[in-house]
């Protein structure tokens, strides 16, 4: 079939109107996949809204920038998920990542610099090949491991591509030593009463006087009144794994510190709402919380945990921004506490804890604690409760992915203005003469894929052609497409 105007005129409408959208369709099933597509789907949108809101030819060039950097990071991922897991199509999908972020994404940038390609042009390059081709073979590895059985549901975070499914770690004797810094804060080399003291109240566990004088005494084998790292790790490891009668007991302390150490904090199923813009910024908590986890394992100094903790506050602040609008478009009715909530959690606690870790009476472990009962218990916890509101409300959420979306309702589409139009002549006319000649008629319609012999060119120029220049202005064309 010959092409028409009415296509060349229903795509530009699409690609001005239409808001990319990731769906159901290109959702994997893998977490950490999915949260990536999800960012990928975001970068294509800024680059779809470029022209609307003018952006500068230098702000596009740096979204660009930025979507192949992320391109690179994410297939790096993938390919990894992909052998680890024995996917047979691994090595012929790599190639083709590879080839997209080093040919074609280049190519893009080199010919948006030159005005040889418009943003539209790229969004359509993107949504054919990025979201058709890429993002749609991705969903054939992951109907692969569907039907072979082989449970992928549990990669959440990057750390997730080097263990087995139910892995935990294992404490080393190190890790024991670190532990037992943790509680002797003055680095005395042993741990006394008010030590131990400060260390059950950064756990949140409750332990009166009486409490804190039992345990001393059932550790301390040589009277001193305070506990050794032998003696610490005695009683560690010999004490009972139930709890005692009489209050809190070592072996609870023990289980706290070895599941701090070993167990990836993970976010599963139970914290999911079902709002995809909502659960990758939660995701992204998650991995904030392991590497903060993994601090101790990885030797991070002290400046690093501190950059990573500025970073999650960071990160907080822009999610309850992002959440509170959803609550209130919503109308969860318990919006206006869950946002107060949000924001002393970010302005006071993560802040009063920057300043802890920095000033030695705060430990990774102990925000680790912190973070699982207060971020993760309490925070999300509540976050699964609008969740359900939204449920039994029937208000359907599950379209909102991009921050976009939050001042857009679901089946929003945008509407193309005369200056849209125009816009979309200048994407034609490109050497900006004020009219489109045949060489530039031939361009377009190979950068958008829809192959045009000289015939067709000659044939739509002259369907077009009021005046019979051989060319077509902009009033011409505005008439053709609006035909
Ligand atoms: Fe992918």
């Not at 994997?28 to 789907?41: K, M, N, R």
């Not at 948006?112 to 990025?130: C, I």
């Not at 991705?138 to 449970?151: E, L, S, W």
């Not at 549901?153 to 943790?182: H, N």
Request: aromatic content about 8%; overall charge negative; charged content about 25%.
């Amino acid at each position: 079939m010959a092409i028409t105007w009415l296509e060349i005129n229903n795509l530009f409408r699409n690609l001005l109107n239409e808001p990319v959208r990731m769906g159901e369709k290109y959702r994997t099933g893998i977490p950490l996949v999915d949260s990536h597509h999800a960012q990928v789907f975001i970068f294509i949108e800024e680059i779809r809204q470029a022209i609307r809101q003018k952006q500068t030819q230098e702000q596009l060039m740096q979204t660009m920038a930025k979507l192949e950097d992320f391109c690179g990071y994410h297939f790096s991922f993938e390919s990894k998920i992909m052998t680890k897991l024995g996917y047979p199509g691994a090595d012929d999908h790599t190639k083709t990542l590879v080839s997209f972020t080093n040919r074609v994404l280049n190519n893009w940038k080199t010919s948006l610099a030159n005005g040889t390609l418009h943003p539209l042009e790229v969004v359509y390059g993107l949504k054919t090949t990025v979201v058709d081709a890429i993002i749609a073979e991705d969903v054939k590895y992951a109907q692969y491991f569907a039907d072979n059985g082989i449970d992928v549901s549990w990669i959440e975070t990057p750390q997730d591509l080097d263990r087995g499914k139910d892995y935990v770690g294992t404490s080393t004797p190190e890790d024991l030593k670190e532990t037992f810094k943790v509680v002797d804060r003055d680095g005395g080399g042993t741990i006394s009463p008010e030590e131990l003291a400060l260390l059950l109240k950064n756990l949140n566990v409750k332990a009166s006087d009486a409490d804190i004088a039992r345990l001393i005494k059932e550790a301390d084998q040589d009277g001193d009144g305070e506990i050794d790292y032998s003696e610490l790790i005695t009683i560690m490891t010999n004490s009972s794994q139930t709890s005692s009668q009489d209050g809190i007991s070592w072996g609870e302390i023990n289980n706290i510190f070895k599941a701090l150490l070993n167990e990836p904090v993970r976010m599963g199923e139970k914290y999911r709402t079902g709002i995809p813009l909502i659960d990758s910024l939660h995701a992204q908590i998650f991995i904030f919380i392991e590497d903060i986890r993994q601090a101790i394992h990885n030797k991070q100094t002290k400046e690093q945990l501190i950059e990573t903790i500025a970073k999650l506050e960071a990160f907080c602040q822009s999610s309850v921004s992002i959440e509170s609008k959803i609550l209130t478009k919503f109308g969860y009715p318990g919006a206006d506490d869950h946002i107060q909530n949000l924001t002393s959690f970010t302005k006071r606690v993560i802040e009063d804890w920057k300043q802890k870790l920095a000033n030695g009476v705060l430990h990774p472990l102990e925000v680790v604690q912190a973070l699982k009962t207060t971020m993760v218990d309490s925070i999300m916890g509540e976050g699964m409760k609008y969740a359900k509101y939204f449920a039994d409300k029937g208000i359907d959420v599950s379209w909102l992915e991009t921050p976009q979306d939050l001042d857009r309702n679901k089946d929003y589409t945008d509407t193309c203005s005369d200056e849209d139009l125009k816009e979309t002549f200048k994407v034609v006319d490109r050497d900006g003469g004020g009219t489109i000649s045949p060489a530039e008629l031939s361009l377009l319609l190979n950068n958008l894929n829809l192959g045009a012999s000289e015939e067709d060119i000659a044939r739509l120029i002259k369907e077009a052609d009021q005046d019979g220049d051989g060319e077509i202005d902009y009033g011409e064309l505005i008439t053709i497409m609006k035909s």
